[in-house]
């Protein structure tokens, strides 16, 4: 009997499908790999199993990083397993090469990414001599309750539809790869020219995306803090004190882009306006009228994860993980991975059935509270036909993030906020416009033969309309504006002068990049034009959190609180793009124009062979410019450091590639004195290299590579070789250290205080080289081997760290270790094992579904 292979992207989407189909196709049998019905046969894989590569005699290894190899652009993409998953593919690729299977239905994550793991899965199947050749069918799920999977089986889309969806995905996977092979090669091949190995990764969205992270950056170090004084009023009426702020009713916008109608660049001025005006009676005049402002639309993803890092702080990647959880585990949330802020326009009978549920079910704890908007909007008629909301033009593959029939039965707090916040923007978006009543007041001094104005605002909120669904009511009365009578004369009570100073652009959080990357580097405040920039954007809405957790793993930016503070290392890049003329990688425009590009191919207006050869052109010009580059330095706006030359303490300068003295004019050779900026490369921050000039030793720091790539941790000390009559560079592992261990002489741990008892014979540990050590493991008098690394697999192990192990027995969960084998991240806990007598990896528990049989492993960690 034939079958049809249904391959879903996860396993647990698997099982949903199974328990979908089950009443209509009878019962499934389970296998280790799949399900198996009389009709249907239904695995998964686990995201993406294979990846592009280039054929053999195009590849390039690690060793050959040199532009000799460069540019790669080979005729055709070959397969390769990802290694962690080759299990899984083998087991589909033998369900796929089944007799009985005679036709495929994919029913991956209903997007580009989807569509590009099914068919490189199906090509791999294939043979050189004989591809796949067995009919395809695509399931296109908006929401995973078990109706809509059997809606969307019963309206399977035929193969020929998603061709232009596919070549897309293909396109954006092979742009990816030409683009960041070549970039990160040629511009690693280009910095490690004077030695050593300098990864230096470039990417069609992630470059761009730096840039605008760096430009900003760029104008908050060049801002020139310029004094402004604002002149202050409090006026005396009738019913009482109210305040007003002066301005120049003939204000017009100039060149200068930081001068306001409020703002006075002279402290004379301010100091003559406030005497001028003091005691002096005021002329009123008042414009009040009503406004009104109305909810925003509903959300795609970038709106959801914007929203989400304001309120909650949560990143883009968090907010994409707690909605796909929403989505894929819990069935309340429709497809979170969309575009769109619009619903189809036969969707009005589910959005009233939505609100039914919302106002009929016990929802958990906060989320109790909205059913009473939901009871509103149901008897109030709210939800009706309306192009904000329902409008087919503005919907493509997917629509908008809203709940789904399934009530939430049991979310941790963070999965019920982000549902709360989508469930609130769902009903509110239906309520009524907020209004308010706004009143403008002119207070007009005159005096001197002048007239002098300050303006009060009031707003009053009379109807709160889609407001009252986030809590906020009418204000009984004009509380923050005292009534002033019509013809009524009021006095200048008191007049303050202020100092203040012109701020530079404030940093961008992920909500202001998501906002910048969906503009394409414009900050598009204005709805209707974000709108019409949203499918010139820089990436997609599913991949913009990894774009921007890709430049944290590699360093181009930190994380401080809420702010994304770019590295020297993204500085170094964007100085060296710039230099060669590579304006390709840079231009966020242009990027956002590929995507346009990308999302025309989707609709079948753009031929896929056209796209890649302009791809491949930009990259043969990238290759080209670096290799060409003639000169020693490229050009930049580099920095004059405060520390002086450890010679010959004159000026120190950087240019592109190192920190040279240059005398102490600063204008000539120098003394000879010089170091590299990208030592093992890692390059130096600003800060960093002012502390190893002044100290003559910094560290221990992460990031170092060794000239195969691999990363390590060091302390860095200035030494003086006699050799060169100069100061020079070295690495110290930590050696100092070690030999005073192994020398026997005593340890002088007087000037430190200690972190606490040793676990082992109760001494004193202290901080000492790159390690933690008990005061009996060094010195004269070895007794004890306790030591424990201030730095383990890249995590920095504070003090205070180390304090709680010695004091509690373990650390707090420590989330940036980075594991020697797989190059990835893990989370553990550090903590002291009696019987193994050494620090310890300890991992959080599994939740379990049965009850927990162990506790938590434990595994040997390198101290």
Not at 93 to 103: A, W
Not at 203 to 232: A, M, N
Not at 396 to 424: C, G, M, N, R
Request: neutral net charge; glycine residues 8%.
């Amino acid at each position: 009997m034939s079958k049809a292979l249904i391959i879903a992207e996860k396993p647990s989407v698997a099982q949903d499908i199974v328990r979908a189909l089950t009443p209509t196709a009878g019962k499934f049998e389970k296998h280790d790999e799949y399900f198996e019905s009389d009709g249907y046969v239904v695995s998964s894989a686990v995201g993406h199993l294979v990846e592009i590569k280039a054929p053999d005699e195009f590849d390039v290894k690690r060793g050959k990083w040199s532009f000799a190899n460069l540019p790669v652009i080979p005729p055709h993409f070959d397969l390769n397993p990802i290694d962690k998953s080759k299990g899984r593919l083998n087991a589909l690729v033998k369900l796929i090469r089944r007799k009985d299977v005679t036709s495929l239905i994919n029913a991956c994550d209903a997007g580009r990414e989807g569509e590009l793991i099914f068919r490189l899965i199906v090509q791999y199947a294939g043979t050189a001599k004989a591809a796949i050749n067995k009919p395809v069918q695509r399931l296109w799920l908006q929401s995973m309750t078990p109706q809509a999977i059997r809606d969307g089986f019963d309206k399977l889309r035929g193969d020929a539809q998603m061709l232009p969806l596919a070549d897309a995905a293909r396109c954006r996977s092979e742009a990816d790869w030409l683009v960041g092979i070549n970039g990160t090669r040629a511009m690693t091949a280009f910095n490690s020219r004077d030695g050593g190995f300098f990864l230096t990764t470039v990417g069609r969205v992630q470059t761009p995306t730096l840039s605008i992270v760096v430009e900003r950056e760029e104008k908050i170090r060049k801002h020139v803090f310029r004094d402004y004084w604002e002149v202050r009023g409090t006026f005396d009426a009738q019913a009482g004190q109210y305040e007003g702020k002066w301005f120049d009713p003939k204000f017009k916008k100039g060149e200068d882009a930081e001068a306001r109608a409020d703002r006075l660049w002279s402290r004379a001025d301010a100091d003559a306006i406030a005497a001028a005006v003091q005691g002096q009676p005021a002329n009123v005049t008042e414009e009040s009228k009503p406004t009104t402002s109305s909810c925003g639309g509903l959300y795609d993803l970038t709106t959801l994860q914007r929203e989400a890092n304001s309120r909650f702080g949560f990143s883009a990647k968090t907010t994409l993980s707690l909605a796909q959880a929403l989505y894929e585990k819990h069935k309340v949330l429709t497809y979170p991975r969309t575009d769109s802020r619009f619903l189809p326009e036969d969707y009005l009978a589910v959005a009233k059935q939505t609100a039914e549920m919302i106002a009929s079910e016990d929802l958990p704890g906060p989320l109790r509270e909205l059913a009473a908007h939901a009871k509103t909007a149901i008897k109030n008629g709210y939800i009706k036909p309306t192009k904000k909301v329902f409008d087919n033009a503005k919907v493509s593959d997917h629509f908008a993030i809203i709940p789904t029939l399934q009530a939430p039965k049991s979310l941790t707090d963070i999965e019920a906020k982000l549902y709360d916040l989508v469930v609130k923007r769902f009903l509110a978006v239906f309520f009524p416009p907020a209004e308010f009543q706004v009143t403008t007041r002119i207070s007009t001094v005159k005096a001197a033969g002048k007239e002098f104005s300050f303006q009060t605002n009031g707003k009053v909120l009379v109807k709160p309309g889609w407001l009252a669904v986030y809590g906020k009511e009418v204000q009984e009365d004009d509380a923050n504006l005292v009534a002033v009578a019509p013809g009524e004369m009021v006095a200048t009570e008191s007049v303050d002068v202020k100092g203040l100073q012109t701020k530079p652009p404030a940093r961008y959080t992920e909500a202001t990049l998501l906002s910048a990357m969906e503009g394409a580097g414009k900050l598009i405040d204005d709805d209707e034009l974000r709108e019409a920039m949203a499918e010139k954007g820089l990436g997609t809405p599913a991949t913009r959190a990894a774009t921007i957790e890709g430049l944290l793993t590699e360093k181009y930016m930190l994380r401080e609180g809420r702010e994304l503070i770019p590295t020297a290392k993204a500085f170094q890049l964007m100085t060296l793009l710039r230099g060669l003329d590579v304006q390709e990688l840079t231009r966020p425009e242009l990027t956002g124009d590929w995507e346009f590009k990308l999302a025309e191919m989707e609709k079948g207006r753009l031929n896929r062979d056209a796209f890649m050869a302009e791809i491949a052109a930009m990259t043969e010009k990238v290759v080209q410019k670096a290799k060409s580059y003639d000169r020693d330095t490229i050009p930049g706006d580099y920095a004059t450091l405060k520390a002086p030359c450890p010679k010959c303490g004159g000026v120190v300068k950087e240019n592109y590639r190192r920190f040279t003295c240059t005398g102490k004019d600063g204008s000539s050779e120098g003394c000879g004195f010089s170091i590299g900026k990208i030592p093992g490369g890692r390059s130096f921050e600003l800060h960093e290299v002012e502390e190893f000039l002044a100290d003559k030793k910094i560290g221990p720091l992460e990031g170092f590579r060794s000239k195969a790539g691999w990363p390590f941790t060091a302390e860095l000390a200035l030494v003086y070789d006699d050799e060169i009559a100069n100061w020079k560079l070295e690495f110290d592992f930590g050696e100092d250290a070690k030999k005073a261990a192994e020398s026997g002489e005593p340890v002088d741990f007087s000037g430190q205080a200690s972190l606490g008892a040793c676990p082992k014979c109760q001494g004193h540990v202290y901080d000492h080289g790159s390690n933690y050590v008990c005061e009996h493991a060094v010195g004269a008098n070895v007794t004890c081997d306790f030591k424990s690394g201030k730095i383990i697999l890249q995590q920095p192990i504070e003090a205070e760290q180390m304090q709680k192990l010695l004091s509690a027995g373990k650390t707090d969960l420590l989330e940036n270790f980075v594991s020697n084998k797989t190059r990835r991240k893990f989370k553990a806990f550090l903590a002291y094992d009696k019987k193994e007598g050494k620090v310890m990896f300890e991992f959080e528990p599994r939740a379990a579904k049965v009850p927990a049989k162990k506790a938590a492993a434990k595994k040997s960690a390198k101290t």
